[in-house]
Protein backbone atom coordinates (compact mmCIF):
# COMPACT_ATOMS: atom_id res chain seq x y z
CA UNK A 1 0.00 0.00 0.00
CA UNK A 2 1.48 3.26 -0.83
CA UNK A 3 2.16 5.90 2.03
CA UNK A 4 -0.06 8.40 2.89
CA UNK A 5 -0.12 11.73 1.30
CA UNK A 6 0.40 14.33 3.07
CA UNK A 7 0.28 18.17 2.02
CA UNK A 8 3.77 19.95 3.45
CA UNK A 9 2.02 21.19 6.59
CA UNK A 10 0.06 17.82 6.97
CA UNK A 11 3.81 16.24 6.64
CA UNK A 12 5.54 18.81 8.93
CA UNK A 13 2.95 18.12 12.11
CA UNK A 14 3.13 14.11 11.45
CA UNK A 15 6.97 14.64 11.76
CA UNK A 16 6.47 16.96 14.84
CA UNK A 17 4.25 14.31 16.92
CA UNK A 18 6.67 11.41 15.99
CA UNK A 19 9.26 13.06 17.64
CA UNK A 20 7.68 13.39 20.48
CA UNK A 21 6.72 9.65 20.60
CA UNK A 22 10.57 9.67 20.47
CA UNK A 23 10.97 11.48 23.40
CA UNK A 24 8.57 9.81 25.63
CA UNK A 25 10.10 6.67 24.46
CA UNK A 26 13.32 7.96 25.49
CA UNK A 27 12.83 8.52 29.13
CA UNK A 28 11.06 5.20 29.12
CA UNK A 29 14.49 3.24 28.02
CA UNK A 30 16.78 5.84 29.57
CA UNK A 31 19.73 3.80 30.55
CA UNK A 32 18.80 1.01 28.31
CA UNK A 33 18.95 2.41 25.00
CA UNK A 34 20.46 5.48 22.77
CA UNK A 35 18.57 8.25 21.89
CA UNK A 36 19.94 7.98 18.77
CA UNK A 37 19.08 3.62 18.69
CA UNK A 38 14.97 5.02 19.95
CA UNK A 39 15.41 7.24 17.06
CA UNK A 40 16.24 4.90 14.24
CA UNK A 41 13.68 2.37 15.86
CA UNK A 42 10.93 5.40 15.63
CA UNK A 43 11.62 6.07 12.63
CA UNK A 44 11.98 2.74 11.14
CA UNK A 45 8.43 1.87 13.00
CA UNK A 46 7.24 4.61 11.13
CA UNK A 47 8.28 4.32 7.67
CA UNK A 48 6.79 0.71 8.34
CA UNK A 49 3.26 2.19 9.56
CA UNK A 50 2.66 5.42 7.70
CA UNK A 51 0.86 3.58 4.50
CA UNK A 52 -0.85 1.00 6.62
CA UNK A 53 -2.89 3.56 9.05
CA UNK A 54 -6.26 3.75 8.33
CA UNK A 55 -6.67 7.15 9.61
CA UNK A 56 -3.77 10.08 9.47
CA UNK A 57 -4.43 10.87 13.38
CA UNK A 58 -3.98 7.14 14.74
CA UNK A 59 -0.13 6.55 13.12
CA UNK A 60 1.54 8.61 16.32
CA UNK A 61 0.04 6.49 18.05
CA UNK A 62 0.63 2.80 16.12
CA UNK A 63 3.95 3.96 15.88
CA UNK A 64 4.67 4.91 19.58
CA UNK A 65 3.23 1.49 20.29
CA UNK A 66 5.13 -1.03 17.62
CA UNK A 67 8.20 1.16 18.75
CA UNK A 68 7.86 0.46 22.29
CA UNK A 69 7.07 -3.35 21.49
CA UNK A 70 10.06 -3.63 19.34
CA UNK A 71 12.96 -1.82 21.96
CA UNK A 72 11.34 -4.09 24.97
CA UNK A 73 11.53 -7.08 22.56
CA UNK A 74 15.05 -6.13 21.52
CA UNK A 75 15.93 -5.29 25.53
CA UNK A 76 15.41 -8.91 26.29
CA UNK A 77 16.87 -10.60 23.53
CA UNK A 78 20.22 -8.55 24.52
CA UNK A 79 19.83 -9.51 28.09
CA UNK A 80 19.15 -5.84 28.91
CA UNK A 81 16.01 -6.59 30.60
CA UNK A 82 15.27 -9.82 32.56
CA UNK A 83 12.16 -12.11 31.49
CA UNK A 84 9.98 -12.72 34.16
CA UNK A 85 7.11 -15.08 32.02
CA UNK A 86 7.62 -17.19 29.05
CA UNK A 87 7.45 -15.09 25.42
CA UNK A 88 5.45 -16.60 22.45
CA UNK A 89 5.44 -14.98 18.89
CA UNK A 90 2.38 -15.84 16.33
CA UNK A 91 3.09 -15.00 12.74
CA UNK A 92 0.86 -15.15 9.86
CA UNK A 93 0.93 -13.65 6.74
CA UNK A 94 -1.52 -10.49 7.13
CA UNK A 95 -1.51 -10.18 11.16
CA UNK A 96 -5.69 -9.99 10.43
CA UNK A 97 -6.81 -12.74 11.21
CA UNK A 98 -4.92 -15.93 12.77
CA UNK A 99 -1.99 -14.51 14.50
CA UNK A 100 -4.54 -11.94 16.12
CA UNK A 101 -6.46 -15.03 17.31
CA UNK A 102 -4.06 -16.60 18.50
CA UNK A 103 -2.27 -13.86 20.55
CA UNK A 104 -5.08 -12.56 22.32
CA UNK A 105 -6.21 -16.28 22.91
CA UNK A 106 -2.81 -16.72 24.72
CA UNK A 107 -3.36 -13.48 26.64
CA UNK A 108 -6.81 -13.91 27.76
CA UNK A 109 -6.40 -17.80 29.08
CA UNK A 110 -3.26 -17.09 30.30
CA UNK A 111 -4.08 -14.44 32.52
CA UNK A 112 -1.23 -12.66 31.47
CA UNK A 113 1.45 -15.38 32.77
CA UNK A 114 2.49 -15.06 29.15
CA UNK A 115 4.09 -12.43 27.46
CA UNK A 116 2.56 -12.88 23.71
CA UNK A 117 3.59 -11.21 20.57
CA UNK A 118 2.21 -11.42 16.59
CA UNK A 119 3.18 -9.74 13.50
CA UNK A 120 2.59 -10.41 9.53
CA UNK A 121 4.88 -11.22 7.57
CA UNK A 122 2.60 -8.73 5.00
CA UNK A 123 0.76 -6.92 6.87
CA UNK A 124 -2.93 -6.16 6.18
CA UNK A 125 -4.53 -2.64 6.53
CA UNK A 126 -6.99 -3.43 9.67
CA UNK A 127 -7.69 -6.86 11.35
CA UNK A 128 -10.57 -8.72 10.00
CA UNK A 129 -13.81 -7.35 10.86
CA UNK A 130 -15.42 -10.80 11.27
CA UNK A 131 -12.07 -11.85 13.87
CA UNK A 132 -12.90 -8.71 15.81
CA UNK A 133 -16.65 -9.15 16.64
CA UNK A 134 -16.12 -12.64 17.63
CA UNK A 135 -13.43 -12.19 19.93
CA UNK A 136 -15.53 -9.03 21.07
CA UNK A 137 -18.06 -11.88 21.98
CA UNK A 138 -15.58 -13.38 24.02
CA UNK A 139 -14.68 -10.19 26.33
CA UNK A 140 -11.98 -10.14 23.93
CA UNK A 141 -10.88 -6.14 22.48
CA UNK A 142 -8.86 -5.75 19.58
CA UNK A 143 -9.93 -1.86 18.91
CA UNK A 144 -6.73 -1.00 20.16
CA UNK A 145 -4.62 -3.73 17.99
CA UNK A 146 -3.65 -3.70 14.36
CA UNK A 147 -1.85 -5.36 12.13
CA UNK A 148 2.19 -5.11 12.34
CA UNK A 149 5.04 -6.12 10.55
CA UNK A 150 7.29 -9.12 11.51
CA UNK A 151 10.48 -7.67 13.11
CA UNK A 152 13.65 -9.53 13.62
CA UNK A 153 13.91 -8.67 17.61
CA UNK A 154 10.49 -10.03 18.03
CA UNK A 155 11.52 -13.46 16.73
CA UNK A 156 14.97 -13.14 19.05
CA UNK A 157 13.07 -12.47 22.10
CA UNK A 158 10.08 -15.14 21.93
CA UNK A 159 11.08 -18.42 23.24
CA UNK A 160 7.83 -20.19 21.01
CA UNK A 161 7.65 -19.10 17.87
CA UNK A 162 4.29 -20.00 16.05
CA UNK A 163 3.71 -19.67 12.42
CA UNK A 164 0.28 -20.03 10.65
CA UNK A 165 0.74 -20.23 6.94
CA UNK A 166 3.82 -17.99 5.96
CA UNK A 167 5.85 -20.12 5.14
CA UNK A 168 9.87 -19.20 5.75
CA UNK A 169 9.02 -15.89 6.15
CA UNK A 170 10.34 -16.17 9.72
CA UNK A 171 14.10 -16.28 10.72
CA UNK A 172 15.15 -19.21 12.61
CA UNK A 173 17.59 -18.43 15.54
CA UNK A 174 19.09 -21.37 17.94
CA UNK A 175 17.31 -22.65 21.16
CA UNK A 176 13.99 -21.64 20.08
CA UNK A 177 11.17 -23.47 20.05
CA UNK A 178 9.49 -22.99 16.57
CA UNK A 179 5.75 -24.59 15.67
CA UNK A 180 3.73 -24.47 12.55
CA UNK A 181 -0.03 -24.46 13.21
CA UNK A 182 -2.25 -25.47 10.04
CA UNK A 183 -5.18 -23.13 10.64
CA UNK A 184 -7.37 -22.12 7.48
CA UNK A 185 -7.12 -18.43 6.90
CA UNK A 186 -10.45 -16.34 8.05
CA UNK A 187 -10.00 -14.08 5.51
CA UNK A 188 -13.59 -14.02 3.75
CA UNK A 189 -14.99 -16.95 5.39
CA UNK A 190 -19.01 -17.07 6.59
CA UNK A 191 -19.14 -16.56 10.14
CA UNK A 192 -19.48 -20.19 10.76
CA UNK A 193 -16.13 -20.62 9.61
CA UNK A 194 -14.41 -17.82 11.56
CA UNK A 195 -16.01 -19.43 14.36
CA UNK A 196 -14.86 -22.54 14.21
CA UNK A 197 -11.59 -21.18 12.96
CA UNK A 198 -11.45 -19.06 16.38
CA UNK A 199 -12.35 -22.18 18.64
CA UNK A 200 -9.45 -24.77 16.62
CA UNK A 201 -7.27 -22.05 17.84
CA UNK A 202 -8.35 -22.08 21.23
CA UNK A 203 -7.40 -25.67 21.55
CA UNK A 204 -4.05 -25.44 19.94
CA UNK A 205 -3.42 -22.68 22.80
CA UNK A 206 -4.91 -24.36 25.84
CA UNK A 207 -2.36 -27.36 24.96
CA UNK A 208 0.20 -25.28 24.49
CA UNK A 209 -0.41 -23.55 27.48
CA UNK A 210 -0.38 -26.85 29.43
CA UNK A 211 3.23 -27.55 27.72
CA UNK A 212 4.33 -24.35 29.11
CA UNK A 213 3.39 -25.84 32.83
CA UNK A 214 0.65 -22.39 32.71
CA UNK A 215 -2.67 -23.13 34.00
CA UNK A 216 -5.73 -22.01 31.43
CA UNK A 217 -8.18 -19.39 32.72
CA UNK A 218 -11.86 -21.32 32.13
Given at each position: MAALSLTPAEEGELRLRIRREAEALAREFAGIFSIETIERYVNESFDAIRGRARLLDFVPVFVHRYTRERLRALAQAEGLVTKDRPEVLYVCVHNAGRSQIAA??????????????????????????????????????LSQEFPKPLADELVRAADVVITMGCGDACPIYPGKRYMDWEVPDPAGQPREVVEAIVADIEGRVRKLLEELGVPAIS
Amino acid sequence: MAALSLTPAEEGELRLRIRREAEALAREFAGIFSIETIERYVNESFDAIRGRARLLDFVPVFVHRYTRERLRALAQAEGLVTKDRPEVLYVCVHNAGRSQIAAALTAQLSGGAVAVRSAGSDPADEINPAVVAILAERGIDLSQEFPKPLADELVRAADVVITMGCGDACPIYPGKRYMDWEVPDPAGQPREVVEAIVADIEGRVRKLLEELGVPAIS
